[in-house]
């Protein structure tokens, strides 16, 4: 492509780094001397092995997860593991509960998919709109629950946990990190699962992670399909049916690009570097800007806004559109569930395009705000 760079600010499948896809292109066509790709490779190679083993060590050093976790590379996407959850944590099924913390669009997604096969707590006070989290008090938790299960970050409403809540005892938590993963440290020790997409983050789309404590295989629904089974798939290091090896090689790539970078705490500082030059020009724009989420619980990583004010200005929002795509900025229409405008700032968008999309959105107000 020709002229300046394009800015890709998309939910999901999102920016990879550009020196990641440098070496999956140099890479594609012979990769390692074998004279194939990684797509020709048997999935069952000492090549494909190395490639699968390598992944898993370096999230395993990145994330410090306990020895006592598995990691498994499964398909389905997130939205598999949404079935896969109750299936392997509900052994007699619509006999168990499992508690759903339902923050947005993505935890409501799952906590309906979880009624196919459990029955579900809904924890929180049914909100008609997505804009906070309620305080702890409020929490309706089930002693009894097979687990405790929430998102970290709710992509589409921009709502993220910035502290790990605390489950009843003997409760497992259950996380679906899928757009908050490696963005920063998490105490892995907290958790039952962790499961994310890789195409947000740390990849492309068709792998999704999971991380699962040891003592919580073995315990699945007889009509767990194995592929959904995080025993079997443990059972058979993530091998037991062909994976997406390709997927696989990227996101190993993308653990090598995070290491460099400085790992979690710089993934980190980065997110918070780039989410406050956004949220700086919203709070200072005289409401020309709107967010409509709870300061306390903004997400780092998705940023919806309006602009002019709580119902927003469609005509503008639509200028402001057209606009910043003549200038190679995509992607930053909101969820078409939500409207408005939203601004994915993934691991691999840089504090730099940040700073380009700032300096825009400053300008777009001089040029557009009623005199
Ligand atoms: C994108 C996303 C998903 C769904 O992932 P798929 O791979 O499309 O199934 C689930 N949860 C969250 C929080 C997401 O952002």
């Known amino acids: 492509m020709n002229g300046p ?11 990879v780094p550009e020196e990641v896809l440098q070496i999956a292109q140099k890479e594609l066509i012979n990769y390692n001397e074998q004279g194939v790709s990684v797509m020709e490779l048997s999935h069952r190679s000492k090549t494909f092995e190395k490639i699968i083993e390598t992944a898993e060590k370096d999230l395993r050093e990145i994330l410090s997860i306990p020895d006592n976790y598995k990691v498994l590379f499964m398909q389905g996407g997130g939205t598999g593991i949404f079935a896969a959850v109750p299936l ?48 702890k008090s409020e929490w309706k938790l089930d002693p009894n629950a097979s687990y405790l299960y929430y998102c970290a970050n709710e992509t589409i409403n921009g709502i993220e946990f910035h502290e790990v809540p605390e489950p009843l005892p003997n409760v497992p938590l259950v996380c679906d990190m899928s757009s908050n993963f490696l963005t920063r440290p998490v105490d892995v020790s907290k958790f039952g699962c962790i499961f994310a997409g890789a195409q947000k983050n740390v990849g492309i789309a068709g792998l999704v992670i999971a991380i699962v404590r040891e003592d919580l295989l073995g315990k699945e629904a007889d009509v767990c399909p194995s592929i959904l089974s995080f025993k079997t798939m443990s059972d058979n290091k993530s091998l037991y049916n062909t994976p997406n090896c390709f997927a696989v090689y990227i996101t190993g790539l993308c653990l090598k690009w995070i290491k460099a970078n400085g790992g979690l705490k710089a993934m980190e500082e980065r997110c918070i570097t780039k989410s406050s030059l956004i949220y700086e020009i919203i709070d200072n724009s005289n409401g020309f800007f709107y967010s409509p989420i709870d300061k306390k619980h903004r997400s780092r990583v998705n940023l919806p806004f309006r602009i002019g004010g709580e119902k927003g200005d469609e005509n503008l929002e639509k200028k402001f ?51």
């Open 321 to 371: 559109i057209e606009e910043s795509t003549k200038q190679r900025m995509l992607q930053l229409k909101g969820h078409r569930s939500v409207g408005g405008l939203r601004a994915s700032l993934f691991n691999a968008i840089s504090v730099n395009e940040t700073e380009i999309l700032a300096q825009f959105m400053r300008k777009f107000q001089e040029s557009n705000q009623s005199k």
């Open 5 to 15: 760079k394009v800015l890709n600010f998309s939910a999901g499948p999102s920016k």
């Open 88 to 135: 392997n944590f509900c052994p007699r099924l619509k006999e168990c509960t499992a508690d759903y913390v339902v923050t947005g669009s993505w935890s409501a997604k799952s906590a309906k998919e979880a009624e196919k096969y459990c029955k579900v707590n809904r924890v929180l006070p049914k909100a008609d709109k997505y804009t906070t989290i309620p305080e």
